[in-house]
C-alpha cells in the first residue's frame, strides 16, 4: 500500500479564517479524494480530486467552501474556507489505483481541525 | 443509489469473546465492491478488506473472518477470541461506479 501524508495532522482555528490541508503520497495514483468525518460520524466524501482539472464535487459542498487542487498525480490540498464552528471535524485524503490495488482505497492519517 | 447499513451501534465484549458486525447493503450495480475499515482510536482509518460482488467466498485471516451473502446483500465481519486492541470503529464501505458510501459504523469495546 501507498504512503499517504497530511498535514497539518491536526489545528484550531478562529472562525473565518481559512485552513488549507496537504495530501502527498509517494506514488502516482490515478484518483484522490477528500473525505470529511463529522465528530462521533461516519466519513462523507467531500470531492474528486481531478489531476489538471477542477475537482468533482459532492452534493452539498461547493468549490468556494472547499477548493481543491491537484497539480500532479502524488498531491493535493483541500482548503477549508471561512470556518465556522459547524466544521469542526477530521479531515481525511484518500487514494485509489495503486497497481495491483486497484479498486481499494487506502486513507492518510488525517487532519483534525476545531474551529473556536 | 447506494446505501450501507450497520444497524448496530456499539458492541461491548469482554476479552476473547467473539463478536460479530452485521453489514447490510442496497446497491443498482451488478459489479460493486465491499469493503471494511477499522478505526482505532488514533482515527487513522486502517483497511481490512475488500470483497468484489463475484467472489462469494468467505475469507479468514488470523483472527478476522468475513461472510459474503450475495442472496442476503450482507457482509458480516467476524473477530474470534477479541483482544483489547480490537477495540476501534469499523466500518463497512460500498463501492459501486466510483463513489465509496460508508455505513455509520459500529464502537467495538473490548474488556480486559
Known amino acids: 500500500s501507498a504512503v499517504i501524508s497530511q498535514k497539518p495532522s491536526r489545528d484550531i482555528c478562529q472562525r473565518g479564517t481559512s485552513l488549507t490541508i496537504q495530501c502527498q503520497v509517494d506514488s502516482q495514483v490515478t484518483m484522490m479524494f477528500w473525505y470529511r468525518q463529522q465528530p462521533g460520524q461516519s466519513l462523507t466524501l467531500i470531492a474528486t480530486a481531478n489531476q489538471g482539472s477542477e475537482a468533482t464535487y459532492e452534493s452539498g459542498f461547493v468549490i468556494d467552501k472547499f477548493p481543491i487542487s491537484r497539480p500532479n498525480l502524488t498531491f493535493s490540498t483541500l482548503t477549508v474556507s471561512n470556518m465556522s464552528p459547524e466544521d469542526s471535524s477530521i479531515y481525511l485524503c484518500s487514494v485509489e489505483g495503486l497497481g495491483s490495488s486497484y479498486n481499494e482505497q487506502f486513507f492518510g492519517p488525517g487532519t483534525r481541525l476545531t474551529v473556536l | 443509489a447506494q446505501k450501507v447499513t450497520q444497524a448496530q451501534t456499539e458492541i461491548s465484549v469482554v476479552e476473547k469473546e467473539d463478536v460479530t458486525l452485521d453489514c447490510v447493503y442496497e446497491t443498482r450495480d451488478t459489479t460493486y465492491y465491499l469493503f471494511w475499515y477499522k478505526q482505532p482510536p488514533s482515527g487513522e482509518l486502517v483497511f481490512l478488506i475488500r470483497?468484489?460482488?463475484?467472489?462469494?467466498q468467505n475469507e479468514i485471516s488470523g483472527r478476522y473472518s468475513w461472510n459474503f451473502q450475495k442472496s442476503t446483500s450482507s457482509f458480516n465481519f467476524t473477530i474470534t477470541a477479541s483482544q483489547v486492541v480490537d477495540s476501534a470503529v469499523y466500518f463497512c464501505?460500498?463501492?459501486?461506479?466510483?463513489?465509496?458510501?460508508f455505513g455509520a459504523g459500529t464502537t467495538v469495546t473490548v474488556r480486559a
Open positions: 464501505a460500498l463501492k459501486g461506479d466510483y463513489k465509496l458510501s
Open positions: 470483497r468484489n460482488s463475484f467472489d462469494e
